[in-house]
């Protein structure tokens, strides 16, 4: 009897440690897709965000595609600070609105500089907020992964990153630790997709093709 009972204890104890398990797994399986889904949405956003920016700043001044190659490059050099004041994150109009008439002198006449330096002021901090708060949740998510008690960081470190995390770049997806990867990457700052796919945003080249 008195070993039945030891018997009966010990399997009582393994059925509640059993079903802590299954508890403490179903749990940590439902919050970490919920925030591998969040951050792959965010990444989409994020990366949606930015190539309309630079979508709708042609249309508003008027420049038609074919001749937006010297243009692209002055956007992408006033978003990653090139025309920067000094120490200052503030955009340099001076120089701003030169290079904007060295590239397209027929835009000289037109009404329309008070409008481009605003639009691109409101791009690059709506840029920034983005990629600061992918950062914060990368970090929340890390940090998730990796700290708790007892059995999570053991099962979370085993079933995170899943599949269920994508950073997809034109026709390229990552998943993973590799769309992590690629998440924590800050774009330091031609076309949208090699930007992210890159983690760098730099100026087109726009010297003339070899013959």
Do not use: C
Not at 74 to 97: E, H, N, P, Q
């Amino acid at each position: 009897m008195k070993k039945l009972a030891i018997f009966g204890g010990i399997a009582a104890v393994l059925v509640i440690f059993a079903l802590y398990a299954i508890s403490t797994f179903t749990s940590l399986r439902n919050d970490g897709r919920r925030q591998e889904l969040a951050l792959t949405a965010k990444y989409n956003s994020m990366q949606a965000g930015y190539g309309q920016f630079r979508t709708s700043f042609y249309d508003q001044i008027g420049i038609v595609r074919e001749k937006r190659d010297a243009m692209d490059k002055i956007l992408v050099d006033a978003v990653s600070g090139r025309y920067d004041k000094g120490s200052s994150t503030s955009v340099d109009s001076g120089k701003l609105f030169s290079a904007i008439q060295e590239a397209y002198p027929d835009l000289k006449g037109l009404d329309i500089y008070d409008k481009i330096l605003v639009f691109i002021q409101q791009g690059r901090e709506k840029f920034t907020q983005d990629q600061q708060q992918m950062q914060g949740m990368v970090q929340s998510y890390n940090e998730w992964r990796t700290t708790g008690s007892f059995l999570h960081p053991m099962l979370a470190g085993w079933l995170f990153p899943s599949d269920s995390l994508e950073a997809r770049t034109g026709d390229h997806v990552a998943r993973g630790q590799d769309a992590l990867d690629k998440m924590s990457r800050v774009i330091v700052g031609s076309d949208t997709s090699e930007i992210f796919n890159s983690g760098e945003d730099k100026p087109l080249d726009l010297s003339e093709p070899k013959k």
